[in-house]
């Protein structure tokens, strides 16, 4: 029998996903953000695994579509301040008081208004589809084992946030398949109301179960170790995060563009010291760690690529990744931009379906 093929670093998968999602938040163009989720819609579909996490992606995506219509129902109702003469209809105004100047409701809906939401709206949408897809793809258990030991409690809280959603749409999936096997309704306002309370009670059956676990796994307890590493550690941790904010801020103001890049390198470099240190107070083993190889790299730097690769972009071509709806056009499709997109398919190639994740 063939070696299975080890499994990708969780970690990969989330950095992949991230650097997607800052290259979604550096345009509005329809066509690129369209890109965006096309390629990690692909990825997803060609590597995902049949685990009861990796189906939230289909939730993403459809609190994606709520999101964009939300967006647009504000605009319709509430107004705009982009100025158009593109009339499509005309709501029946609501007078408000003078303290309420700048709002309204109801009113003239403009084509150019609609479409400033609309791209807007499309960012964000496709944002949480990318965060979506790192859901789908990574192992939340595998993840957390990944962490250094200083980021343990930490990530328990986060990887527990981010499995409520997978676990929410397991227990509806498993519910309403036992409505259907009984002969009763599972849609409609009454299949909701009947299938919310048992997963309301499972959630908090699953919470007291979680926490008695971690109560009898020791968790929070803290290892001794000298107060000077502790105030060491604290010193590093606090210092590097506040380089990390003084550089990324350098980065993205003009006046900063000389500090900018060593400040956050020097920062990094604190903060990665001080999640070192700090990783003595909790002391874990691992079993098998997940190994970072080539394919993690190249799954990891594509993504950083795409995000480096736009943000390039928005300074160079501002007008194509950012298209005006004053006069009313239609968006071009940027060249160079839209290649650096393609880069996101890269894990589609170099990830074997053997390593997939599995349930």
Same mark, same amino acid.
């Given at each position: 029998?063939?070696? %299975?093929?080890?499994?990708l @670093? =969780?970690?990969?998968w989330?950095?992949?996903a991230?650097?997607l999602?800052?290259?979604?938040? !550096?345009?509005?163009?329809p066509l690129l953000?369209?890109l965006?989720?096309?390629?990690s819609?692909?990825?997803?579909? /060609? @590597?995902r695994?049949?685990a009861p996490?990796? %189906?939230s992606y289909a939730?993403?995506?459809?609190?994606?579509?709520?999101?964009?219509c939300?967006?647009?129902?504000?605009?319709?109702?509430? *107004?705009?301040p &982009?100025p158009g003469? @593109?009339v499509l209809?005309t709501l =029946?105004?609501l007078p408000l008081? @003078?303290w309420a100047?700048g &709002?309204?409701?109801? *009113?003239?809906v /403009?084509?150019?208004a609609?479409?400033f939401?609309g791209?807007?709206?499309?960012? $964000?949408?496709a944002?949480? &589809?990318?965060?979506g897809a790192?859901?789908?793809?990574?192992s939340p258990?595998?993840l957390l084992k990944?962490?250094p030991?200083?980021l343990?409690e930490?990530?328990?809280?986060?990887?527990v946030a981010l499995?409520f959603a997978p676990h929410? &749409?397991?227990?509806?999936?498993?519910?309403?398949a036992?409505?259907?096997?009984?002969? !009763?309704?599972?849609?409609?306002v009454?299949?909701?109301l009947?299938v919310?309370?048992?997963v309301l009670?499972?959630?908090?059956?699953?919470?007291v179960a979680?926490a008695a676990a971690?109560?009898?796994r020791g968790?929070g307890?803290t290892?001794?170790?000298?107060?000077r590493v502790?105030?060491?550690?604290a010193?590093l941790?606090?210092?590097g995060l506040?380089?990390?904010?003084a550089?990324t801020y350098g980065?993205? /103001?003009?006046?900063?563009?000389t500090y900018?890049l060593?400040?956050?390198l020097?920062g990094?470099?604190?903060?990665?010291a001080g $999640? !070192?240190l700090?990783?003595?107070?909790?002391?874990?083993? !691992?079993?098998?760690?997940?190994?970072w *190889?080539?394919?993690a790299w190249?799954?990891? *730097?594509s993504?950083a690529a795409v995000?480096? $690769?736009?943000t390039?972009?928005a300074?160079?071509e501002?007008?194509?990744?950012?298209?005006g709806v004053?006069?009313l056009?239609?968006?071009a $499709?940027?060249?160079?931009?839209?290649a650096?997109v393609?880069?996101?398919l890269l894990?589609a190639?170099v990830v074997p379906?053997?390593?997939?994740?599995?349930?």
């Amino acid at each position: 029998m063939p070696e %299975r093929s080890p499994q990708l @670093h =969780p970690g990969a998968w989330w950095l992949w996903a991230l650097g997607l999602g800052t290259a979604a938040t !550096r345009t509005t163009n329809p066509l690129l953000l369209a890109l965006l989720v096309a390629a990690s819609g692909y990825v997803v579909a /060609t @590597h995902r695994s049949a685990a009861p996490w990796a %189906r939230s992606y289909a939730a993403f995506a459809k609190l994606a579509v709520a999101v964009l219509c939300v967006r647009l129902a504000f605009t319709v109702l509430l *107004g705009s301040p &982009i100025p158009g003469t @593109h009339v499509l209809f005309t709501l =029946p105004e609501l007078p408000l008081p @003078h303290w309420a100047q700048g &709002i309204r409701l109801g *009113g003239p809906v /403009t084509a150019e208004a609609l479409l400033f939401s609309g791209y807007n709206g499309l960012k $964000l949408a496709a944002l949480l &589809i990318c965060v979506g897809a790192a859901n789908a793809l990574s192992s939340p258990a595998r993840l957390l084992k990944s962490l250094p030991g200083a980021l343990y409690e930490a990530g328990v809280a986060v990887v527990v946030a981010l499995t409520f959603a997978p676990h929410l &749409i397991a227990d509806v999936r498993r519910l309403r398949a036992a409505r259907r096997l009984r002969g !009763r309704p599972d849609r409609g306002v009454r299949g909701l109301l009947q299938v919310g309370l048992p997963v309301l009670e499972g959630a908090l059956e699953r919470s007291v179960a979680l926490a008695a676990a971690m109560d009898a796994r020791g968790f929070g307890r803290t290892a001794e170790v000298p107060a000077r590493v502790r105030r060491t550690t604290a010193a590093l941790t606090l210092g590097g995060l506040l380089g990390v904010c003084a550089g990324t801020y350098g980065l993205l /103001t003009a006046e900063g563009g000389t500090y900018g890049l060593p400040v956050l390198l020097a920062g990094a470099a604190a903060a990665l010291a001080g $999640l !070192r240190l700090g990783g003595r107070r909790s002391p874990r083993t !691992r079993y098998r760690p997940a190994p970072w *190889g080539v394919r993690a790299w190249l799954v990891a *730097g594509s993504g950083a690529a795409v995000a480096a $690769l736009l943000t390039l972009a928005a300074t160079r071509e501002p007008d194509a990744l950012n298209p005006g709806v004053v006069p009313l056009a239609a968006p071009a $499709l940027p060249l160079w931009p839209a290649a650096s997109v393609l880069l996101a398919l890269l894990p589609a190639f170099v990830v074997p379906q053997e390593s997939r994740e599995r349930a």
